[in-house]
């Protein structure tokens, strides 16, 4: 039988490790919440599993149009923020195209390049782990049909800035697809950094991706939205696998709106969590990058299947990237020493 060979060369996304029922799993940037009080009472009160979800995602996308101040057709529900990426894709790229994105950036774009066709053009980060984004800008030929930005950068934690933004979505044509990938916006304090929203209705050809799994701690339920012109959203929507998201999902997503102040507070706590992590490790003699998700990355280099172990003999599970860094999700308040405790036996 003969197969696509890009697609039978390429590997399924792999998950991060586990740790014992006892350890941390530090390595798929999870919330280490559970979704907040009463939003699964009030998701399975609505749900008739029998009937096929709202194929149009309305009461969650007229709430999402509110809550941003678009129009209904300006937002589309997904199946995680990764289902939309891979939808942008589709809509705009096809083989003999180019897709530019930073790298290292967030593991799924390649594999979602590839499942297109086209061809996956990669730009360095700077020596601080950030998005280059005149070179990203510089990268951009007419073959190219989307330029991901990913802030903060998955896995190594800088925001982009605002101005730095505004001045490449200046360099990029108008007929070119800028998506942000805000997967861990909520976490973000440094007031300089890039805010998806203030830039909605400014661009003809900017789509910001937002989800519900990472802040919201409703990874597992799989829900997130792209917010954009109704032109590209449309095309996006029509690549979708039809029903990908459930009413449970919805109904999660819809009621963790209703708790926003909750949800403040957790984030607060995360973010505190991270930047104490983040200044203890930078104490021992780390050069941490910025962190604006919730997570840190911990530059291990040629030691990082070594320095990979040494967690997981600690029973905590991250994410290696093999000869590069580990990045460390910030998870339970319990883990912080232990990780502090293994990061220092470490060679740096
Ligand atoms: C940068 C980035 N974008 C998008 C996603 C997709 O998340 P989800 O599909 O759960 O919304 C992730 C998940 O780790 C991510 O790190």
Known sequence: MRLRPEIAALAAYSQGRSPSPDGFKLSSNENPYPALPGVLEAAAAHVEINRYPDGAAVALRTRLADRYGVEFSEVIVGSGSSSLLQQLFLAAAAPG??????????????????????????????????HDLDALAAAVTDRTRVVVVCSPNNPTGPAVSASAFERFMAAVPAETLVILDEAYREFVTDPSAVDGEQYLGRYPNLVITRTFSKAYGLAGLRVGYAIGPARLLAAA???????????????????????????????????????????????????????????????TGEATTAATDAFFDADIAVRPFVDEGIRISVGEEESIERILAVAAALPH
């Open 237 to 299: 929507r029509a690549t979708a696998i039809p029903f990908a998201v459930t009413e449970f999902g919805f109904a999660a997503a819809l009621a963790s709106l209703d708790r926003e102040a909750q949800l403040d507070q957790r984030v607060a706590e995360i973010v505190s969590r991270r930047d104490r992590l983040r200044g203890a490790l930078i104490e021992q003699g780390w050069d941490i990058p910025a962190a604006q998700g919730n997570f840190v990355w911990l530059p």
């Open 97 to 130: 195209d180019e897709i530019v994105y930073a790298w290292r950036s967030f593991e799924a774009y390649p594999g979602f390049v590839t499942i297109t066709g086209a061809t996956s053009v990669r730009v360095p980060l700077t020596d601080t782990q950030e």
